[in-house]
């Protein structure tokens, strides 16, 4: 039976990506868009709904779906206030989640970091490893958790530290091997990819996939 699937994040890296498989995929049948502002997506399965994500009482009626997948995320150099970057990155997926556990979604797929941890000394990984120490809390059926490594991929827009990694990972790629191998870049279409297909396979339970174990599902 086809899913009908909530996306939040449509318009980053993953989310753009992930949004073009499940357009383009015959087990969706709905896909409703939580935004801020309208898109310019044009497809009959495709439905917005534009949301304060700081309220989201306001909104939480509407979160009914199979699946829930979360691509939220912003920088530091993006949002410089440390009290929004922790809004966005952890406390509005959050949000979402419980919501969605609430509603009995059975679904919740979101993207993490390789690396996160809620007792690292960097501060990136340590949200990203709160936030997912707070999931584990909820009684969602089946969760899955995606760590990936650096992304490739075409962004909307242009990221320094995209054009000095780029090339970096281009020529250090071939030379991580062994136990370094779960460093190496990875395509954002992959990571997409694997997240659709992992959430068709109906499973139930906690899984976190690090970036190594992404590329062998892609």
């Known amino acids: 039976m086809p899913y009908s699937v909530i996306l939040v994040g449509s318009s980053g890296l993953i989310g753009s990506n992930l949004l073009s498989e499940l357009i383009q995929s015959e087990a969706i049948s709905e896909i409703l868009l939580l935004v801020r502002r309208s898109t310019d997506v044009s497809s009959s399965k495709v439905k917005e709904l534009i949301v304060n994500f700081e309220k989201p009482n306001s909104y939480s009626i509407d979160i009914q779906a199979d699946i829930i997948y979360s691509c939220l995320g912003t920088t530091k150099s993006e949002t410089p206030n440390s009290s929004l970057y922790r809004q966005i990155d952890l406390e509005y997926p959050l949000n979402l989640a419980k919501l969605g556990q609430k509603n009995g979604v059975a679904q919740f797929h979101i ?21 997912e120490q707070e999931l584990k809390k909820l009684t969602i059926s089946s969760l899955h958790i995606y760590q990936p490594s650096f992304l490739i991929g075409e962004r909307k827009k242009d990221r320094l530290a995209d054009k000095i ?25 992959d990571v997409a990819r694997v997240m659709l297909n992992q959430s068709i396979k109906d499973l139930k339970g906690t899984f976190t996939y690090p970036s190594i174990q992404i590329q062998e599902l892609a």
């Open 165 to 189: 990694m780029k090339p970096v990972f281009r020529l250090i790629d071939p030379l991580l091997i062994g136990p370094l191998k779960k460093y190496r870049s990875i395509k954002a279409a």
């Open 111 to 131: 993207i993490s970091s390789l690396g996160a941890d809620a007792g690292s000394s960097n501060s990136y990984l340590k949200l990203k490893g709160e936030l």
